[in-house]
């Protein structure tokens, strides 16, 4: 399996309404990134947050890094029918040899 | 500052048949990447260069050859096309001040279909 995987899978909210999304990952990690890719794109970065830090913040965006458990979560707040897009996490691992690993993506729609 | 490019956009092949993708990005970044994009799935990283003149071995790189001979490019070969190798092929930069693995930009993507 997949070392960042995210959920849920697709999530479907309400302009104005809060979104939330969670990745988990298995090994340790030198730092965690969020990207965004609208259909047919390639994908944007949103936020980087490392090992040694527990939130960061950027516009609307809010990320979480829990290492005790392996987690993160975004929060996207108030948001906007051009928010909806694919979200995927990717972990940059500790272990020299290992590579940044993408998860599947939660698919976000937000309806006007 | 056009970032990262790809071409061509799409492409179709035939099995057997070969094709380059190029990558081109005029940002000055030492680390280049390619990756593979199937349907409802994340990224998997192909192959990867820190340097020019440099390229090593991703998860899925079987099938694919690259070259790294210009510092701005990086380009992925298919030797002899294959049906399992239609995908969308999305290219990455990122500075060396980051590390390896820090942020990535990405190209808009190469849509190809083995036939």
């Known amino acids: 399996s997949q070392q960042g995987e995210e959920d849920p899978q697709a999530l479907s909210i309400q302009e104005g309404e809060n979104a939330t999304m969670n990745c988990s990952y298995k090994t340790s990690i030198n730092n965690l990134q969020w990207y965004r890719q609208n259909s047919g794109r390639g994908l944007v970065h949103l936020i980087l947050i490392r090992s040694n830090e527990r939130e960061k913040h950027s516009g609307r965006l809010r990320v979480t890094l829990d290492t005790s458990k392996k987690s993160s979560s975004l929060l996207i707040t108030a948001s906007r029918a051009a928010d909806t897009a694919s979200y995927f996490c990717?972990?940059?691992?500790?272990?020299?040899?290992?590579?940044?690993?993408f998860g599947g993506g939660t698919r976000v729609l937000v309806k006007p | 500052n056009a970032g990262v490019t790809q071409t061509p956009k799409f492409r179709v092949l035939k099995t057997g048949q070969s094709m380059t993708l190029l990558c081109a990005q005029d940002?000055?970044?030492?680390?280049m990447y390619w990756y593979r994009q199937d349907p409802g799935m994340g990224l998997r990283l192909i192959h990867y260069s820190v340097g020019e003149g440099t390229t090593a071995k991703g998860e899925v790189p079987d099938g694919y050859n690259v070259s790294r001979l210009k510092k701005q490019n990086f380009l992925l070969g298919l030797e002899s096309a294959a049906p399992s190798q239609t995908s969308v092929y999305f290219c990455?930069?990122?500075?060396?001040?980051?590390?390896?693995?820090?942020?990535?930009?990405f190209g808009p993507g190469t849509r190809l279909t083995v036939l």
């Open positions: 990455a930069s990122s500075r060396s001040s980051g590390g390896l693995w820090d942020t990535q930009y």
């Open positions: 940002m000055n970044h030492e680390y």
């Open positions: 990717a972990t940059a691992p500790k272990a020299a040899g290992n590579k940044l690993t």
